[in-house]
């Protein structure tokens, strides 16, 4: 599997017209931000929170908090001037709700590069994560995986979300109404050497819910999660970090590359798999990670 | 989502040989009646089904009553004597089992073409609904949903009907063997702007696990059940109506309209969507369809 | 459907390395032998497996013991050698790991095409059984099915296996978070013809546990086990053989057409299907072989 | 190559209502004929053309002509009475006119299908060649040349045809305006192993103007030629038939592996290619035929 | 074959930077001008140019004069603000250059929307015609074709434009080498329901060589021409006109209608094919256009 | 348009079993050899051929002349053992006979991806350049031609070639049989970002002859030629080379360019085109090389 992208456990909301709650939420510990010009801003203030987005996003990188911005959409198309504003070195992509289709990722691919080539940014720079919220896109959705500039997809879930709209289904804690949505959005993207996204949990305040929906979703293959709050960020950061077993597994591998070379072989048997230098590469990148996520 | 029919809660198969039961069938209350041509009719009352099914299409249209006629297959081809003899003015449309693909709804849009033709009605009056009961028109339900004439797809099982024999399946009352099956008929037909439709309890007499089973099929997204006997319609008519929370949403989406129009807006804000006159126009459909379903 | 390979309910991994075990598995009653030359064989002992299985093939077919022998691949290709190794006429197919995609199946497919052409074998004899272990591969599913040489597709799921690192999934008993990939491989067969095979219970000797789950294959539509150990081949078996009530069904297909015929009819309608000799040549070869399996 | 069909080189259209013309035209040396029941025959006469040609088709299997029915179609479908009428033993294949795709190749087969379940003729007997002569059918002519029942397509094109009302081209003697459409036809029908077949000169007195243009189109890879009249039958024969070149390579390949043979050896190069007794096989079938031709 | 559009025979380039050229160009009786934003115009006066022709869109459509706009690109996207500057009840479509594939149309579709959503104007009103320049456009000119906003595809080749860059051949006068790519495109819109138009004849004073090079098209099957200059467009209108045959043909077609109808008919077979009163819509519509270019 | 290979204006045919031969084809001043184990090479000196052109590899490196290698193929498969020898640092590519369609383009990849594993070279150095010689891989031209390791897709025909007796066409000197497929093989490529390479000409004394067919192929889009002797090596060089036309026009867009940045600009408008560094770096790279064939 190719890892394009470093994944994200913590993937947490604030709301764009919220200077001081962006501020704050670089000490939520969250993998990545995605500030928010969309569903949590009113729309008097959409203006406003695309300024305080745009002045925010190199304090943020000094900062070393990946930022993303989910940008508006109209019923036909994704806000142009949202993209003008915050293409730039600092972000590290956008996040789009309802695409309709592998069509509104390759629309708005295309103004990505132009707003890329206005700013001064390189062509292909900002990534795309959509947020699978229309049946259409549910069923493209490894269409969808496969462009170029998506290095995640995700599939969440909430009581009154637009899935649940465009589905017609009926929430339910144990999810057994979403199975066949989030198992299918797991395969689409890893199938596209992709990551998935799961969450929502809504109800914010319920942290025993949260870790026990959280389980759920890493339990099919999700790698990380939505967050509507701060709160919620050890706890999901937590469930999706790397297992001491997994850290193990890369342990052995490193140590049996290493023990091949010191008998002068390129390559050895661990585990029951060909390994050389490249799977060893790998594996430090996911030791290095882990441990970065243990801080 | 593009609602191309009035949906249709309680779908009841009547058997086409009995004239008394047809006419009986008009008090059940059922959204739509399926006069049987097929399994339910024995070999020697086939030609007499025919004319039965014929003579009440009209009949039945006066009453209000929205009827559909399931016809014959042989193994190679849907019965044409069939088409041309219910194909009119007074039918909805009809019910074809055992599709093996997209290519068969082609063939039986061709003979529908044919005998709209010849029997005096617009091309394209008629409508087709499929019974997904073979693996392939499963495996191809979307592109099943995306034909034309197709306003809903069928995803029924029952314990020993010819989707359990297509897969092989087991089944159990909670359903875990077919979940990806219904669950993958309900994303393909909204992606493709069409309705799911479930079912079917083969147990008449057991209301309380008929209840059980359409609301494990409505929480999964579909809009309504096949059903085999009219005892079952009113069961089936409460799980599928409108909950109060959707007329509501919709009430509340006419007054924000109404009330920014007074302000001389031609659209606002509803919910967080941007709405205008054509979500209004369909809000005030799903309305009138909640209440006509009140009665 | 057509039924393009007997059936295959106990499908029983034996180590290519050691010649007296795959002498005794023929006493284990499994439906086919795999004769394992590549995981559960060291590096070391990889030339001498290959040409213990070689030497066995013939004395196995003797023996009326179906035999498939899983070959290596590398990161890049399947092993060409092991092919030329074991292709000839007492070998039913090969069994590969880790497809990345269809494409995979047709390079393998050319491979055995020469290898039988220079083994003097009909070219096309030989089968491909292929485990479907990466995400991509799941995700092709459908398309794998439809290549010729492919009788069936095993979608198998293990605590520490390739699937579950493939799709980063947490095992579970009662596996939720396979039900999609299983549900998926069943219908992707089905459609294309070809059986759907489970598995893999891995506590050999929990057979309990592996009845269980062995069930709940079986009831999402699989037709066989992948297996670890020749005592989990009655279990499995047991779970697998046509149920007294498909043998009835058929049964009565024959008399039913035994009594058109005495009546001079070629075909009649057998519970509610119609039926001919066609379908009667299919039930008399499914009662032979549920009377086979009955030993 | 797999050749399906023995090659039509004359493919000769006689009226299906002249009894007497269709007795007569055994005489022409034709291929095979064409027995029209469409556009040949006025509105007036169809029923009693589906007579005549229902009964001639056994007398010109005596004969041992090679007999084909053009039949025909409505806007909407092809006409199940007539392919009632002809399908049986007797019948080598259906000619069908205008077909809008792919679609319309599914549907005929199926109607195809179910007439010979009728009929008594094996399913899959009866084999189709359509006149391409819509744009959207000259588009997919790959997808309709794969269908299993085509033998060949026809890429034909005359001065007032369909073809050219529906590209609207302005027909030349040269044929620049259609030497896209013939040169696409041609490589559909080899890359999908099925006979290109063009056609169709209208000036039946101008035999030079006949062979020129039946050059052109055997230069481009044609197979064979429609024809509207017996006295061109000659002059097409001869332009088709194998070239002595071709027969020579035939004979040389032949002789080839005779010598490889004598010496103990069961495949040899010929000409740069690795042949064997297959291609041998497929020699002599190309020798005989070439023989056949010469008569 | 759906027409989607009235036919354009002389569809003739205008700089936008010209009111007075613009204002003139009425005259010259002209199918539809093309108001150019792009490669007529230079980079200075860009703006002014976008000015000058939303000003004039209300005065041509008073006119009667067909008007479109060919708006600009960038290397990314096609321009926002032409496209919001243009749309409007004046404007019939614009012309694309360069699209690189029909994602490109589906990008501008969706700004199309946006604009007409903003503007006014129903959704969908815009019309676009794509000049197909790139190689991969042509590639995939079939599925450009079947867009919904796309009623006719520009396969237009000249001495130095961009075509020969794309596909780096060598212009003739014959065009050889272009024969191909102007069939394809023929084809591909007819295949589609929609117009193909061809051109570009660059020696604007040569009308001889116009008169030809439109003869060739018109041949191949094209329904018009791209012009550069308003001295060419009576050649062109000419050559493009309905033939006095084609007139014939339909006038002969109504009153074979007429005729049968007076016989109490509802339908006739005309010229060997059944007509109703849906053909004789098209043919009235057709005469009416023949007699409205004979002015 | 990606430039993904310097271009081959002569592609030069070298038997490989002939040492000396090689040794002086590097004075032919051909743009590229191909090594021939194939069609040339007498079957009794295939192993050979593979032993010198083995060892001939390094040695053409150093003389700066780009080397590829024709492999063997039997019906079923590429020469794995052909592969093994040849790859390695010196090989820029192999060129493969009569792919039958884009799956032999991906087992002939996952076998170069093996040897150069085992040899050492970085797995995806090695390129593929396929002759398109059967009728199914000319209609796959384009899925082939955007294969990774494909830089380029011959569309070659000869009088007895394979071609020919693919699509049964008759060879004539002006090439009507074959425009169809040289334009599809040049429109292809060029979509893929690819380049199209023709030829070939046989009669190998008549460079009056070459010359004439070199100039059809180059109006065409071709890039260049397979060649099968020296002698025509210049002549086709002569045709291929860049046009003084072509080299001023990079000239003047890299003078443009210079004139806006001394101006402070980064891009301006040349010959109607936005510009800017990264078309200068390309117009650089296409004036060195044609310089570097003036050599």
Redesign the interface.
């Known amino acids: 599997?190719t890892i394009s992208m470093t994944p994200i456990r913590s993937f947490l909301f604030v709301p764009g017209n919220k200077a001081s709650w962006i501020e704050k939420s670089v000490t939520a510990d969250a993998d990545a931000l995605i500030l928010d010009l969309e569903?949590s801003v009113p729309?008097a203030q959409k203006a406003e929170a695309r300024e305080i987005v745009k002045s925010k996003l190199a304090w943020l990188f000094e900062q070393k908090q990946r930022a993303w911005v989910r940008i508006n959409r109209?019923?036909?198309?994704y806000d142009?001037e949202d993209i003008l504003a915050v293409v730039g070195p600092h972000l590290e992509g956008i996040v789009v709700s309802k695409p309709v289709g592998p069509?509104?990722i390759?629309?708005v691919a295309?103004?990505l590069?132009?707003a890329e080539?206005r700013n001064g940014v390189p062509?292909g720079n900002t990534r795309v994560v959509p947020l699978l919220e229309?049946?259409?896109a549910?069923?493209?959705a490894?269409e969808i995986a496969l462009r170029d500039r998506v290095p995640a997809i995700v599939g969440a879930t909430a009581k009154n979300a637009d899935v649940a709209r465009?589905?017609?289904?009926?929430w339910?804690t144990e999810g057994?109404?979403t199975?066949?949505?989030k198992?299918?959005v797991?395969?689409?993207a890893?199938?596209?050497g992709k990551l998935p996204i799961g969450g929502v949990w809504q109800q914010v305040r319920d942290l025993e819910g949260l870790r026990a929906s959280a389980e759920?979703d890493?339990?099919?293959?999700m790698?990380g999660e939505l967050l509507l709050h701060p709160s919620n960020v050890p706890t999901v950061n937590e469930v999706y970090s790397p297992s001491p077993a997994q850290v193990a597994y890369y342990d052995g591998m490193i140590a049996a590359l290493d023990a091949a070379q010191a008998e002068g072989r390129a390559s050895c048997?661990y585990d029951?798999e060909?390994i050389d230098i490249a799977h060893v590469k790998t594996a430090r990148e996911i030791i290095a990670l882990a441990r970065s996520f243990q801080g």
């Open positions: 599997m569903d729309p109209s019923p036909h198309l142009f069509e509104d390759d629309t295309a103004m590069s132009e080539s062509v229309t049946a259409r549910l069923q493209f490894y465009a589905l017609d289904t009926v339910s057994r109404e199975l066949y949505l198992s299918r797991v395969m689409a890893r199938a596209a759920r890493r339990a099919l293959g790698s048997i029951g060909h």
